[in-house]
């Protein structure tokens, strides 16, 4: 058509817009395809790229300062998020779409492995999540996703119940008593190899839960999220735990916390050692600091500098050099620095705990008392004739592998330096304050009671159910019935049978020749520390 100019009518280019409106959308839309399914096939590069890249913003802001270190302990993100987390929608469903798999009815959902739940004070609603783990929003909006990891409160918070009351407590710093570690994590790898984790089934589960996810989550979690976390389960949990079933359960307040580390990290031979130990508290290491320095720590004196031992629990948790974070590290040694055992919640019989304290000076006194000359010093495995398995794990080769851990080039951007790491060949003797909430005792957690522990290893329980928060307040520790081995009754708890390898309930036979009247004298004053 002609114009008066002679010159070509202009026309709007909506071709080219409406080319470039489909066209810059599709090819986005085709390389995130593309991407998505790179990394379904490859779910480490997934967590490469998670590790290096993505944000990590607390889904719960935790204030500065030492006021709010508790709480931080509690739920704190320590940096192992993008390596080891679970999309936190993805595991609150997983007790959904895998009934079948959890351990009898303790409780609903994870309260069947002895996770502690709160009520957040501020609100008098229950927290979301137990306390130990930590809440994290990791990527770029609106693309992020809320994911779930351990930190340190997850095996160091404990429950109990004082005898008549219905009321649980809890004590945030001492040694887990109830949750069952290797129950858990072989729950979520058994889920991830079942049907139930297919995933349209946990996506409906997901909507039933969370209608108003939004949809870009939706989207992330259908193409990206659930196929790789289920990959990533079944890696971690599964193939890397394998080695596992081939030793005695733990049970609850039990881990192998130094075999997996060994095998894993340090790449040490898989062997046929057994390191089942309770967890130690975490409490009066200021305390323990003034007494000895340098301060050996673990059931061993395996390590003898407490940042060491904060950063090596870190790593075993999953914290990488990525998510490393001096400022973490700092906090959690600020507040063990202030934590201190609490006090038996009893009535003190004063002609009771006098009897009882000469029965200690005389008994009990040069390894356990602040003023003893044997106070955290290794007693000799030949003296204390606890069971071996946990000096049998540690070797030297595995004390040299973590001091030269990343001295190779493998963690260069680590901004410290393993050098305290040792072998031992005997166990530690450790002051006895707060003794009266750390039952069952030795470190395998092999003897119920104080009382127990008083008497010839002949005389002990052989099997007792371990995993009950109900307190005995006259023979020190948790209730604990005797049960027939090999039997698990879900409703009654854990048998812990001595007979099996690593679970061996001999040695410390010191005060065993008491009268029970001594042995309740020496029981009581014990308590009362």
């Avoid at 989207?219 to 193939?239: C, D, K, N, W, Y």
């Avoid at 009581?524 to 520390?529: A, M, P």
Wanted: proline fraction near 8%.
């Amino acid at each position: 058509m002609a114009t008066r100019t002679g010159k070509p009518p202009r026309i709007f280019p909506w071709g080219r817009i409406v080319s470039w409106l489909v066209g810059v959308p599709l090819v986005v839309v085709v390389l995130a395809a593309l991407g998505a399914a790179v990394l379904r096939g490859n779910p480490t590069w997934f967590v490469a790229v998670a590790e290096r890249f993505m944000p990590r913003v607390p889904a719960v802001a935790i204030a500065d300062g030492p006021e709010a270190d508790a709480e931080f302990f509690k739920y704190g993100a320590i940096g192992n998020e993008a390596a080891d987390g679970i999309p936190s929608k993805i595991w609150a469903v997983l007790p959904d779409v895998c009934p079948a798999l959890l351990p009898g009815d303790k409780g609903g959902g994870y309260r069947a492995f002895g996770f502690t739940y709160e009520r957040n004070p501020a609100t008098d609603r229950e927290h979301a999540t137990p306390i130990g783990l930590s809440r994290t929003r990791l990527g770029f909006a609106p693309f992020d996703v809320e994911v779930l990891a351990i930190n340190c409160a997850t095996c160091h918070v404990q429950t109990y119940r004082r005898p008549g009351a219905n009321r649980t407590e809890i004590f945030v710093g001492g040694s887990s008593n109830r949750l069952e570690a290797q129950s858990y994590t072989r729950f979520l790898a058994a889920c991830a190899d079942s049907a139930g984790f297919e995933t349209e089934t946990v996506l409906r589960a997901i909507e039933k839960r969370f209608p108003d996810t939004a949809w870009a989550e939706q989207i992330m979690l259908r193409h990206l999220i659930v196929p790789i976390t289920r990959s990533l389960v079944r890696e971690r949990l599964g193939a890397r735990f394998h080695w596992t079933w081939s030793r005695p359960a733990w049970g609850p307040g039990r881990l192998s916390p130094f075999n997996p580390v060994k095998f894993d990290y340090l790449e040490q031979p898989v062997d046929d050692t057994i390191d089942h130990a309770e967890v130690m508290p975490a409490w009066n290491v200021a305390e323990k600091q003034r007494l000895r320095s340098p301060t050996p720590w673990h059931w061993d004196g395996l390590s003898w500098d407490l940042r060491e031992v904060v950063v090596n629990s870190a790593l075993g948790d999953g914290v990488t050099r990525f998510g490393y974070s001096d400022q973490t590290i700092d906090r959690l040694v600020r507040y063990l620095d202030g934590l201190k055992s609490p006090k038996a919640p009893i009535t003190v019989d004063a002609a009771l705990r006098d009897q009882g304290a000469a029965l200690f000076a005389r008994e009990c006194a040069s390894c356990h008392a602040p003023s003893g000359a044997r106070v955290l010093t290794i007693i000799p495995r030949h003296e204390i004739g606890t069971d071996p398995g946990r000096l049998d794990m540690w070797t030297p080769e595995a004390a040299a592998a973590y001091n030269n851990y990343d001295k190779g080039g493998k963690n260069p951007a680590f901004p410290w330096v393993f050098e305290h790491f040792q072998k031992h060949d005997g166990y530690l003797a450790q002051p006895l304050d707060g003794i009266w909430l750390t039952g069952p005792y030795l470190h395998n957690g092999s003897v119920p009671t104080l009382d127990d522990l008083l008497r010839p290893a002949r005389d002990r329980p052989k099997a007792f159910v371990r995993g009950s928060d109900d307190l005995d307040l006259a023979r020190g520790g948790y209730v604990s019935a005797t049960c027939l081995p090999g039997r698990y009754d879900a409703s009654g708890g854990f048998c812990y049978d001595t007979a099996l390898p690593g679970n061996a309930n001999t040695g410390h036979e010191y005060g065993v020749d008491l009268s029970p009247a001594e042995r309740a004298a020496l029981v009581h004053y014990l308590l009362t520390l």
